[in-house]
């Protein structure tokens, strides 16, 4: 639902065909961003007529832009008094209600009016019953009550085959992913849009099916090349499915025809960035990546009032703006001593649970925590850049980047490293020591998680026959069911990143996958094999089993999305080379007699 007054248009011309023009004229205000001009269209037609249902509709539109809902609830309510007998009014106030989080107050109220229906001879087909239905449905829904809505999706498909969309939604919900593909295909017969194209391939996603998943959205975006959207998922899909060359080509086609009609796609241009950096073109996909900030949803800590393309900072006070996630802000920051040398003074606005850490690894930054007391400490003539922007001046060739390469990056707690050098002998005894973390963290999408986390009874067999004490690191999914009694865990290691930093530091050997730890660990020193899928951050670059980025990861490569178990035997070869590399400087001498 966009507009109160554009749903009710759509419902129920008629009651809105007496609206005078200046209300019109109001109602177009509203929908180009001026709800104060629209409120004002109102406020006149009211004083003419206090009962005037598409002024007071209007009115509870600009009161919701002003965020004030108790008062556009009120309008919508007085309307439904004016009109005793009005569905449509009554369908839009539960509409309303699901808007602001009550679900319950518009279940009440939907379910008396499909009582009413049901008791009168208004037709089971008609728009405004199927209007009511289908509120209903997406009020149970949002309640979780997933089989109940369903009986209400069978009990309405045969008068609206819109409502299929839903059916998918619910039998997903109710983990009946086979079915929902079927209706998602039927769907999208009837259909045939770009909404159920999204719809059939996050299903077929959802069974598995990954070629289908990608195919699905090319031909969508073939079929809709307007829809850039559908172009840049594509073109994602493509991306992530294979390293085999036909595939990226098609990828890039993809990507390039997006880029083509609509430049300015910022979504398509992230991505395009991220290419470029795998590929090691620094100076223009540094340049690219400066997209990421025009992304609909800002990772930025604090807004940035001043715009940075590169430029010698001159001797100012710069505030650096964090961004993005963990791994991002510590890998990032290595840029931040060669700025500290070109600027009079540098401030870091970074989150709590990250100051400790960067307070200790960069001493001539300042870090702080609150915007406005950056604002007051750097001055108002302070020039401002976001954390990953550092790279347009500090990064932009292989020269660079190695002479940020300084181990370790990251200065862990003298106490708490000292707790752990004592703590794991007692518990590893005098085995190797290893880290053990395969799964993205919490806050990714399922997309994300299954693209990065890695099987971990592959690595399980990679690891036979290693006399090794494994440190379960995982953000989630513990790893006793596969590696038994052999693998240890310390309870919410994860959560705190200064104990997980001096844990990781005290490993011989790290096994991970394309996520936070990877970061923590080459920015440690610490010896690492990385399993990681096609297209992966771009930090572990295209091709090879090194990156520029840290010299103490060695990258273990899967060929196709998820095709761990070809990995296996490369798995336990670049763990072998690590621990014949770096045995002086293991905590653990594996070839100790």
Same mark, same amino acid.
């Given at each position: *639902?966009?507009?109160?007054?554009?749903?009710?248009?759509?419902?129920?011309?008629?009651?809105?065909?007496?609206?005078?023009?200046?209300?019109?004229?109001?109602?177009?205000?509203?929908?180009?961003?001026?709800?104060?001009?629209?409120?004002?269209?109102?406020?006149?037609?009211?004083?003419?007529?206090?009962?005037?249902?598409?002024?007071?509709?209007?009115?509870?539109?600009?009161?919701?832009?002003?965020?004030?809902?108790?008062?556009?609830?009120?309008?919508?309510?007085?309307?439904?008094?004016?009109?005793?007998?009005?569905?449509?009014?009554?369908?839009?106030?539960?509409?309303?209600?699901?808007?602001?989080?009550?679900?319950?107050? $518009?279940?009440?109220?939907?379910?008396?009016?499909?009582?009413?229906?049901?008791?009168?001879?208004?037709?089971?087909?008609?728009?405004?019953?199927?209007?009511?239905?289908?509120?209903?449905?997406?009020?149970?829904?949002?309640?979780?009550?997933?089989?109940?809505?369903?009986?209400?999706?069978?009990?309405?498909?045969?008068?609206?085959?819109?409502?299929?969309?839903?059916?998918?939604?619910?039998?997903?919900?109710?983990?009946?992913?086979?079915?929902?593909?079927?209706?998602?295909?039927?769907?999208?017969?009837?259909?045939?849009?770009?909404?159920?194209?999204?719809?059939?391939?996050?299903?077929?996603?959802?069974?598995?099916?990954?070629?289908?998943?990608?195919?699905?959205?090319?031909?969508?975006?073939?079929?809709?090349?307007?829809?850039?959207?559908?172009?840049?998922?594509?073109?994602?899909?493509?991306?992530?499915?294979?390293?085999?060359?036909?595939?990226?080509?098609?990828?890039?086609?993809?990507?390039?025809?997006?880029?083509?009609?609509?430049?300015?796609?910022?979504?398509?241009?992230?991505?395009?960035?991220?290419?470029?950096?795998?590929?090691?073109?620094?100076?223009?996909?540094?340049?690219?990546?400066?997209?990421?900030?025009?992304?609909?949803?800002?990772?930025?800590?604090?807004?940035?009032?001043?715009?940075?393309?590169?430029?010698?900072?001159?001797?100012?006070?710069?505030?650096?703006?964090?961004?993005?996630?963990?791994?991002?802000?510590?890998?990032?920051?290595?840029?931040?001593?060669?700025?500290?040398?070109?600027?009079?003074?540098?401030?870091?606005?970074?989150?709590?649970?990250?100051?400790?850490?960067?307070?200790?690894?960069?001493?001539?930054?300042?870090?702080?925590?609150?915007?406005?007391?950056?604002?007051?400490?750097?001055?108002?003539?302070?020039?401002?850049?976001?954390?990953?922007?550092?790279?347009?001046?500090?990064?932009?060739?292989?020269? $660079?980047?190695?002479?940020?390469?300084?181990?370790?990056?990251?200065?862990?707690?003298?106490?708490?490293?000292?707790?752990?050098?004592?703590?794991?002998?007692?518990?590893?005894?005098?085995?190797?020591?290893?880290?053990?973390?395969?799964?993205?963290?919490?806050?990714?999408?399922?997309?994300?998680?299954?693209?990065?986390?890695?099987?971990?009874?592959?690595?399980?067999?990679?690891?036979?026959?290693?006399?090794?004490?494994?440190?379960?690191?995982?953000?989630?999914?513990?790893?006793?069911?596969?590696?038994?009694?052999?693998?240890?865990?310390?309870?919410?290691?994860?959560?705190?990143?200064?104990?997980?930093?001096?844990?990781?530091?005290?490993?011989?050997?790290?096994?991970?996958?394309?996520?936070?730890?990877?970061?923590?660990?080459? *920015?440690?020193?610490?010896?690492?094999?990385?399993?990681?899928?096609?297209?992966?951050?771009?930090?572990? *670059?295209?091709?090879?089993?090194?990156?520029?980025?840290?010299?103490?990861?060695?990258?273990?490569?899967?060929?196709?999305? $998820?095709?761990?178990?070809?990995?296996?035997?490369?798995?336990?070869?670049?763990?072998?080379?690590?621990?014949?590399?770096?045995?002086?400087?293991?905590?653990?001498?594996?070839?100790?007699?």
């Amino acid at each position: *639902m966009n507009s109160l007054w554009s749903w009710l248009i759509s419902a129920d011309p008629a009651l809105l065909d007496e609206a005078t023009a200046e209300l019109r004229e109001g109602h177009r205000s509203f929908l180009s961003g001026q709800p104060q001009q629209g409120l004002a269209a109102a406020a006149a037609a009211l004083r003419l007529n206090p009962e005037d249902i598409p002024a007071l509709v209007l009115s509870a539109d600009c009161f919701h832009a002003f965020a004030q809902s108790i008062q556009a609830l009120e309008l919508l309510n007085k309307t439904c008094s004016l009109s005793k007998n009005s569905t449509s009014l009554e369908v839009l106030t539960s509409e309303y209600l699901l808007r602001i989080g009550r679900p319950a107050d $518009a279940q009440l109220r939907l379910e008396r009016v499909l009582l009413k229906s049901s008791e009168s001879t208004e037709n089971y087909s008609s728009e405004l019953y199927l209007l009511a239905r289908e509120c209903y449905i997406k009020v149970l829904v949002s309640q979780g009550l997933y089989e109940k809505a369903w009986l209400e999706v069978q009990a309405s498909l045969p008068f609206c085959e819109r409502l299929a969309g839903q059916a998918v939604e619910i039998l997903q919900k109710l983990g009946q992913d086979g079915e929902a593909l079927l209706w998602a295909q039927k769907y999208h017969d009837v259909i045939l849009n770009d909404d159920s194209a999204l719809l059939l391939a996050n299903s077929y996603f959802r069974c598995g099916n990954v070629t289908a998943y990608g195919d699905t959205l090319l031909e969508a975006a073939q079929a809709c090349p307007e829809q850039s959207s559908l172009g840049t998922l594509a073109a994602q899909a493509l991306f992530d499915r294979s390293d085999h060359p036909h595939t990226l080509e098609a990828a890039t086609k993809c990507l390039d025809s997006v880029l083509s009609r609509q430049p300015q796609v910022f979504e398509a241009f992230y991505l395009h960035s991220r290419q470029l950096l795998l590929d090691g073109s620094f100076v223009d996909g540094w340049k690219a990546y400066e997209a990421r900030l025009r992304l609909p949803s800002s990772q930025l800590y604090a807004a940035c009032p001043s715009d940075w393309s590169g430029e010698h900072p001159g001797g100012k006070s710069v505030v650096v703006v964090a961004e993005q996630g963990v791994g991002d802000v510590l890998f990032f920051a290595r840029f931040l001593p060669q700025l500290a040398s070109e600027a009079a003074r540098v401030f870091l606005l970074a989150n709590a649970r990250l100051a400790p850490l960067l307070r200790r690894s960069y001493p001539q930054i300042i870090i702080l925590e609150q915007p406005s007391l950056a604002s007051a400490l750097a001055g108002s003539d302070a020039l401002w850049i976001p954390l990953g922007s550092l790279p347009l001046r500090y990064g932009s060739s292989l020269n $660079a980047i190695q002479a940020s390469l300084v181990q370790p990056q990251l200065k862990t707690h003298p106490r708490l490293d000292s707790a752990w050098r004592l703590e794991l002998p007692d518990r590893c005894c005098q085995k190797l020591r290893i880290g053990i973390s395969l799964t993205a963290g919490n806050v990714h999408q399922a997309y994300q998680q299954q693209k990065r986390d890695v099987d971990a009874g592959i690595v399980a067999v990679a690891l036979d026959g290693l006399d090794a004490c494994l440190v379960d690191l995982q953000h989630r999914d513990r790893l006793v069911n596969v590696f038994g009694c052999n693998a240890i865990h310390f309870p919410g290691i994860t959560e705190d990143l200064d104990q997980l930093c001096a844990l990781i530091n005290q490993l011989d050997v790290l096994v991970t996958s394309d996520q936070t730890n990877a970061f923590l660990a080459g *920015m440690l020193g610490v010896p690492t094999v990385a399993i990681v899928p096609p297209n992966p951050h771009f930090m572990f *670059m295209r091709a090879g089993e090194r990156t520029p980025w840290f010299s103490s990861l060695r990258i273990v490569r899967a060929k196709r999305w $998820a095709d761990w178990a070809g990995c296996q035997s490369a798995i336990r070869a670049s763990i072998d080379s690590l621990l014949t590399e770096h045995t002086p400087t293991l905590q653990h001498d594996p070839l100790a007699p």
